[in-house]
Structures are given as structure tokens and as C-alpha cells.
């Protein structure tokens, strides 16, 4: 199994701390428990062998050359009672026989280890009741005979229990323990600090880059101390200085564009109204009939192009006001079934020849801007009817939050590849195509008024056949000061 | 025929308009600045004035508002600007009605004609001949189109005059404002609907007591206007 690590520096960071202190922790406590416990034992067992060999040293010269059972078991009660704080209890055996005395049982290895030498030989157990040492120490001749400084075959065992330095040595653990959560905790803090101090900058960062995110290019960050991060800060306010500049270079391009377009089109408009205003006299004189018949074809010629170009600049200088942001809404409550008759009976556009309609039973009154809902549903029709078929199906339904009006036909489908620049400004699906009816502008304006009503306009190919753009509405616009 | 005045700097906007107007029968004087257009308003006595907003010196918002200080002409404003705040100051500096340039001509005859008729379509069931009805501190003839207010006779500009007569002939009705766009002012159902609350305004502040407490033009917020009731 894979551990995984916590997200995020500041818990990798205290994690980290704390492994590293625990660890260090850990080594210095098992040295130092280890030698502790070593030392004391050690004491310990020394001082117990040096007790028991004075005490042996004193009693054994009174025991005969050959001593009886009963003498050994004399010699051992003396040595218990000789024990002092100690507590020992002892045994003798005689060249390896039985244990004469109350130190009960003792392991064959110590059995072993002193039968032959006179060396003394102890060991550690753990019993069921605590910790023992097991003494097994030989006794040799004294006095001057020939036989005095060898083995007697005599060898004294004596088992001492090691509770009070159990004691101490579990004390010297807890010591440890109670040593290491201090430890730990300071390691945490100092974590918490050193994360703290490698995160405030990393935070500030993020905090400024989100702000320039979020459209605030003018974020710099203070450059204080020599670090890394220091040098990070640095790069990063040159970074967003760069970007500054950059975008509002651009925001000058664009915007130079674009009063350029509205300049154009304003220009535009002063010799087109003298135009416009005489085009319906052209018209009844071209078809007066009075005209040479090129005349008049010149005539009606120039009025209807003019109309086309009074039309294209009408829809430029709309797009020229959404760019602007100067397109306000003015909502009213209409009723949806009135909206959408009188759009279709200004265009002239028959019912159920050319449109179908299926609106809601309920009739329900949408809150919009009405002439530019008309722009939008206009548009799409009129788009529909020139390159999609007759009939075109409107189509809304109405939720509480929402208002879905689809606007489908019967054509050839839009091709996919132009499908996502339908409401690119001027797009043409073929450059060489012959110029249409519109003006190039008409589903981009759409586009945008839908989303001055904060809606959204798609546009998607039917499964069968033909092409469907789907306003969607909320139905939560609100604006004060409104009748 | 309509002796029609029309005041606009550009010269070639201004030929064209002075023949697509005459081609429909109208008597057309033409000036170039605001201040011939004061003076043309006296010598001429037009029954209508095409008034551009962009003129060399005196603007014709200034010019608009000049004009309503002495004469209830009907005022048509002939707009050239895309920005719609000039439109709407200058609607509500007094006048009836605006044509976005380019226009055509049938398109300038038509709002011409609008504003020229007197009267709104006659509502069912409010017949002339009835004699001056009095509501409130108001006195509506509408027989002689004649406005009173405790007895002194109230100047209203044409448009004003119509919304007046149109909402006091159903009291209590509310119209929305695209329905007093069709009636009143003979524009599609999506005309301008601020030319309403423009009218509304100026209207307001001729009959009403407190402008903004009105009570004979009442706001009915998210559907339009109505007249009355009055408070008791």
C-alpha cells in the first residue's frame, strides 16, 4: 500500500519535523537508556558479588573439610541471613549435585559455566515475578594446606531479585517518554514557524497572482530579504509589469480599432442620410416608366444599395455601441405570444408558410428588452429563411428560472467546420461566396443582446436535418426605476 | 401641405431632405444654425420643425429647448448620432418625436404625419362632443384640445397634449408602453419606448402637483401607465 502524503507544504513540512525529531528522539533515548541501564545493573551485580564473596570469605573457613548436607544447609541460612538489603536467597551444591538451601532452581548453563573453574559466573533472567540475578560463585580452600586456593567443589548460588533497579530503569524510560513530547511539540511549532516563513511569500504570490487573474495588472509584491523566494518576488513583479504593459498596449490596439470602425461608420452616415433621404424619389421616378430604361435601372440600382449600405451601417454602429458597453437594457413585462407575432408581422413573414410558431398555452409574460429580443428573433429568422427552409419552427418553452426559444429550419445543417464562427463578425462560410442579404453582422448583434439579457444563444445542427440556434433567457432580470 | 422648417448644418443632408419633402408637397424653409432656425420660427410660422441635434454653435438641444419656451410647434428631431443620450435629452427637452438619420423620406413623412394629427385614435366608448370633463384640479376639453389647471390653460406640446387625451379617455386603464408607442406616437410595437417616458416626464411636470408623486400619470411598475384614480 502506497502512503499518501498530505497535500500542501505546511503538513509535509510539520510531518517532516516531526519524523526527523522523533527520530532523533528515539536514538538519543535507546543510547542513553541502554547505557543507563547497563551502568546500573552493572552496579548492581558487582556490588552483589562483592557482598556475597566477603560474606562466603567470612563463613566458609567454619565449614569442615567434608561438611554434611546438614552443614551445607547451616552455611546457607547464615548466608541468607547475612544477605542484608540485598535480599538473596543462596543454595550450594557439592560437585554438581543438588541444590542445598532456599535459592531454588538455577539454569544448567550457570550450572555448567562454574563446575569446573572458580570463577565466578552470573546471570540476568526474567522470571514471572520480576527480573533476578542468579550468582554462581565456587568456593575454594583457604587456610595454609596443600589444598588451599582450589576449587572445593562447593559452589554457592545465589538469586537476587532486581525490582529496584527495575524501578529506576523504567523511571530512566519514562524520563525518555516525558522528554520526547516536549521534544515532538517543539518540533511541531518550529515546523508551523519555518512553514510560516517559506509560506507567507508563496502565499503572497498566490494572492497576487490570483488578483492579476482576476484582471488586477497592477499587483506588485514588496521585495524584502535576499532569499530564493525573494528572487521569485522579484521575477514575478517583473512578470506582471510585463503583462501591464502588454495588455494595455493591446487595450489600445483594440480600442483604436474600434473607435475607428465607429469613426468610419459615423462618417459614414452624414452623406448616406442626404442619400437615404432621396431614394424614395428615385424610386418613383425609376418606375414611373418616363425614364430611359437604363436610367431607371441605374436608379432603383442606387437606392437599393444605398438602403443595403444605410442598413450595414445601422447594424456597425450597434455592434460599435455593445462595444462601447454603451447598450443598455430596458426591460419591460410582455407577453411572449405578443413579442413574437408582432416581430413576424413587421418583417411580414407568414404564418404557418414560412414560420411555425409553438409557444406555451399559458401565454407567460418574460421580462426583456423588447426591441432587442425583436433584433435577435428577426435576425435568426431571417437568417434561417435565407439559408436554411421554409418552414422555420419557433419554438419557446418557459420554466421559473428560464426561457428557451429555439429557432429551427429545415436546410442543409451548417457545415461543422463553420460552425463554431457562426457568430463571428463578417464570417463567410465561403470566401468566394456571392455577399448574402445581411449585413455580416446579424447573428453577432444577436449574440450580443442575448447577452446584454445575461442569456446565452447556440447554435447546433439537427440529428436529421437542418440548423437550430437555442436562446436561453433567465427570467430573473431586474432593473429599477422601470414602469 | 405643411409648411415644414428645417434646421440642419450639413449642406447636402440638407438639399436632400428639402427635396425628398417637397417631392411629398411640403413647403420647406432650410437654415444652417439654430439661431436662423429662432429667427426662421417667427418669419416663417411652420406648422412642424425638422430639427437636427448636432449644429455649430447654438446646439439643438439649446435650440429645442428655446423653441418649447414660446411655441408648442410640433418639434421632430433628426438624430445623426448612434449615442442615444442625446436622443433622449433632447426628447426630454420638449420634443414630440425623433428620425435616426439615414431615413428615407417615406420614413421622415411618416413620423411627420404622426405628430401632425391632433388627436390619438378615438378610444371606444369616448365620444367627442361631451364638453370639457374635469378631474381633479384638471379641466380636459376635448373638443377645442385644450388643458386646464384651475382654470389657466396648461401649454402642452403636442405629444403631450395626445398621451394626455389618450390615458385620460380610459381612466384607471393601465397602457403598456409599447401599446402607447402603437397609439400615441403611430410607432412600431418596438419603437423607443423611453419617447414614452420622456413624455411622461414633461407631461408630469406641467399637470402633476409633485412630479414625483403623480397623480393623475401613475407608474404601474412592470406594465406602463394609467390615469388616475386620484387619491381621495
Known sequence: MKLALPPGLRPRLVVAFVLVAALSELITATLTFRQARSAILDRTQNGAVHDLRLQIDSLAPDLPTNPTDTDLRIFARQLDRASGSRGWHTGVSRDGGPLIGTAGDVSNALRDATKSGDTTFYERVEHADGHRLRIGMPINYTGRGKEAGKPSGLVVYAVLPLDGERADISALVNAAWAGAVPALAFAVVSALFAARRVLRPVRQLRTAAEKITSGALDTRLDVVGKDELTTLTGTFNTMAAALERDDAKLRRMEANARRFAADVSHELRTPLAAMAAVTDALDEDARSGTLPPDTADALLLVSDETRKLAGMIEDLMEISRFDAGAAVLHLDDVSLRTVVHKTLHLRGWREPDEVITELPGDDPRVRVDARRIDVVLANLIGNALRHGAAPVTLRATATQESLVIDVADDGPGIPEEVLPHVFDRFYKADAARARSEGSGLGLAIAMENVRLHHGTLTAANLPDNGAVFTITLPRTLRQEDQP | ?232
Open chain 2, 1 to 232: 401641405m405643411t409648411r415644414v422648417l428645417l434646421i440642419e448644418d450639413d449642406p447636402a443632408v440638407r438639399r436632400g431632405v428639402v427635396l425628398g419633402l417637397s417631392r411629398n408637397g411640403h413647403e420647406t424653409e432650410a437654415v444652417g444654425t439654430g439661431e436662423d432656425g429662432l429667427d426662421a420660427l417667427v418669419a416663417f410660422k411652420p406648422d412642424l420643425v425638422l430639427l437636427d441635434l448636432m449644429l455649430p454653435g447654438m446646439s439643438g438641444l439649446e435650440v429645442c429647448r428655446r423653441i418649447r419656451e414660446t411655441s408648442r410647434v410640433p418639434l421632430v428631431i433628426l438624430s445623426a448620432r448612434g449615442d442615444d443620450i442625446d436622443v433622449v435629452i433632447g426628447l426630454e427637452a420638449g420634443a414630440d418625436d425623433y428620425v435616426v438619420k439615414p431615413a428615407g423620406a417615406a420614413v421622415i413623412e411618416a413620423r411627420m404625419r404622426a405628430v401632425l394629427r391632433r388627436v390619438a385614435p378615438v378610444q371606444t366608448g369616448t365620444g367627442t362632443g361631451a364638453g370639457p370633463t374635469q378631474v381633479g384640479d384638471l379641466e380636459i376639453d376635448r373638443d377645442a384640445l385644450i388643458v386646464r389647471k384651475h382654470g389657466e390653460e396648461l401649454p402642452l406640446a403636442p405629444s403631450e397634449l395626445k398621451l394626455l387625451l389618450f390615458l385620460s379617455a380610459a381612466p384607471e386603464r393601465t397602457f403598456s408602453r409599447q401599446q402607447l408607442l402603437e397609439d400615441v406616437w403611430e410607432h412600431s410595437y418596438y419603437g423607443d419606448a423611453r419617447l414614452v417616458d420622456a413624455c411622461v416626464m414633461r407631461l408630469r411636470a406641467k399637470i402633476e402637483e409633485d412630479p414625483r408623486r403623480p397623480a393623475y400619470v401613475q407608474t404601474v411598475r412592470g406594465f406602463g401607465y394609467r390615469f388616475g384614480p386620484l387619491p381621495a
